[in-house]
């Protein structure tokens, strides 16, 4: 599946939204990616995860687990893990930190990929890795579905993306006039810091 096809299915799910947007890292910016307007569809997802899991097998080769962020990583984990046919798990926050809960557990020698949906700053992706690699297994890399930074995020592994994005992202004190104009909204669930 292309990049462009990717964006085509933001923009026909109604997930390409435009506006002024606080982000999970506290950057405002005047694009979202409602990737829930993907989610909410099965037959979308499963297009889209399938192409993800397609591009984890030739980067990658053989995973057993993926693992993924809650919220917004727990559908696509699921379903790219089901393209690869291996077990999908997903951190959630405890306290504020990524935790494996409800007896999740990685198998010592386990071949794992991180799978997240979208990439901004790369902070919640480096969360989820930190966390994974308290536990055994083997971190082979990391995939998302768009990843915004246009491939400058670290998280500290191989990222691999379906599509790359250039958009702008402005601290909340450098912000254009015409995103100043504009009332801001936070569709995400990380409080920023
Ligand atoms: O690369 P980053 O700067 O960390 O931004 C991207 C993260 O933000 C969103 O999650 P969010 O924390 O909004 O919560 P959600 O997964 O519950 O939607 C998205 O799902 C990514 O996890
Ligand atoms: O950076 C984010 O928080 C973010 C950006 C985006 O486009 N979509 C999303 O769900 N989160
Ligand atoms: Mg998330």
Avoid: W
């Amino acid at each position: 599946m292309s990049g462009d096809a990717i964006l085509e299915e933001f923009r026909s799910a109604g997930a390409l939204l435009e506006g002024h947007f606080i982000l999970s890292s506290g950057l405002r910016s005047p694009m979202f990616l409602q990737k829930m307007r993907i989610f909410e569809d099965p037959v979308r997802t499963e297009r889209v995860c399938s192409a993800l899991g397609a591009l984890i097998r030739e980067s990658f080769g053989a995973v057993d687990m993926v693992i993924s962020p809650a919220i917004g990583g727990i559908i696509p984990g699921y379903e790219t893990a089901r393209a690869l046919g291996c077990k999908a798990v997903f951190v959630e926050r405890e306290d504020g930190e990524f935790q494996l809960r409800r007896g999740f557990e990685i198998p010592q020698g386990a071949r794992v990929v991180m799978v997240e949906d979208i990439v901004t700053t790369g902070l919640s992706s480096r969360e989820c890795i930190a966390t994974i690699r308290k536990h055994p297994g083997t971190l082979l890399g990391a995939a998302c579905i768009v990843d915004r930074s246009n491939g400058k995020a670290d998280v500290g592994v191989p990222l691999v993306s379906l599509t790359k994005l250039d958009v702008p992202a402005y601290p909340a004190d450098q912000l254009p006039p015409e995103l100043a104009a504009i009332p801001a909204v936070k569709p995400g669930s990380r409080v920023p810091a």
